[in-house]
């Protein structure tokens, strides 16, 4: 199942298969949550849907069933509320990382997605770093605009950052480790603006959004550039990404599209189809703005 966010209506399509069809209702928080309202990047957390929320300033758990909703707003944790976060990973041991985007952090939890729905945010102790970048500092910890975090399965986490530019990783919330992935100049001189990133395998998946390219980044930080950008049948605006068992899944924002690529025997790349913005019979709209995906088998 894809779970594609969609900012315009401020809701998650679940789609079955990557046709121009949906493959069920618009899923919405159960009443009385107030809904989402800027949902951006997405991801999976066994039965539910983790969810940056940047209109309410909050993460939202989403129950992938019910739709019943947990809000983590850390509005009654030392660490002071989050503003409008744009990005969410969850690691291995299923605790939560946040790219805190309007405070300029990235935020980690030490207790799990399922701890948190059953007794909400005091089930855990929370870790920030980051600060905000002074005129551009690019210094070790300055953020500026961190949209996209993914953890490895290493245990690392990594920050897109497109207000500086650049991707980089650290070992744990002490920002131990440290280490910025070295990406060659844009094309024509434009700079870069690594925006997604989402764990594969052993490596990560990052976007450059004013490229339009799509960057594998091994274990050891180096990068190796899988799609180019703005070619016939790719991409033009890549807002997110999400592995899946054969391949990989972008969101193009461009033609609110969202296109799969699956890796052949050796690695190479093929195309694999589109979901594309088209209406039902009815003439309603499928989805209209894309933010974020999600991917997810059967329900436990």
Request: glycine share 14%; hydrophobic share 45%; proline share 7%.
């Amino acid at each position: 199942m894809i779970h594609v966010v969609d900012q315009k209506v401020a809701g998650l399509w679940p789609v079955g298969r990557l046709k121009p069809e949906v493959g069920g209702p618009l899923l919405r928080p159960a009443a009385p949550d107030p809904g989402l309202r800027e949902p951006y990047g997405a991801c999976l957390a066994g039965r539910y849907l983790a969810v940056a929320d940047a209109g309410h300033d909050r993460v939202a758990l989403i129950h992938r069933r019910t739709g019943g909703t947990t809000s983590i707003t850390l509005s009654g944790t030392w660490l002071g509320p989050l503003k409008k976060p744009r990005g969410v990973a969850v690691t291995v041991a299923g605790t939560l990382v946040v790219a805190d985007t309007g405070n300029r952090r990235v935020i980690w939890s030490t207790a799990t997605v399922a701890e948190l729905v059953s007794a909400g945010e005091a089930a855990s102790t929370w870790a920030a770093f980051g600060t905000a970048s002074i005129n551009g500092s690019r210094g070790i910890g300055d953020f500026l605009a961190p949209t996209g975090v993914a953890t490895d399965a290493a245990g690392r986490t990594w920050v897109a950052d497109p207000g500086l530019g650049r991707l980089v990783v650290v070992d744990d919330p002490s920002g131990a480790g440290w280490a910025e992935v070295a990406l060659p100049p844009g094309p024509h001189g434009i700079p870069r603006q690594p925006h997604a990133v989402a764990r594969e395998g052993d490596h990560v998946l990052l976007t450059d959004l004013s490229a339009g390219e799509v960057w594998q980044i091994d274990a050891d930080l180096t990068a190796h550039l899988l799609l180019e950008g703005r070619v016939k049948g790719r991409l033009t605006a890549p807002v997110a990404i999400c592995a899946e068992a054969a391949g990989f899944l972008v969101a193009d924002a461009v033609g609110a599209r969202v296109v799969r690529w699956s890796r052949r025997r050796g690695g190479a790349l093929r195309y694999a189809g589109e979901l594309v913005a088209r209406g039902r019979p009815s003439g309603a709209p499928v989805f209209s703005r894309v933010t974020g995906l999600a991917v997810s088998g059967g329900l436990r």
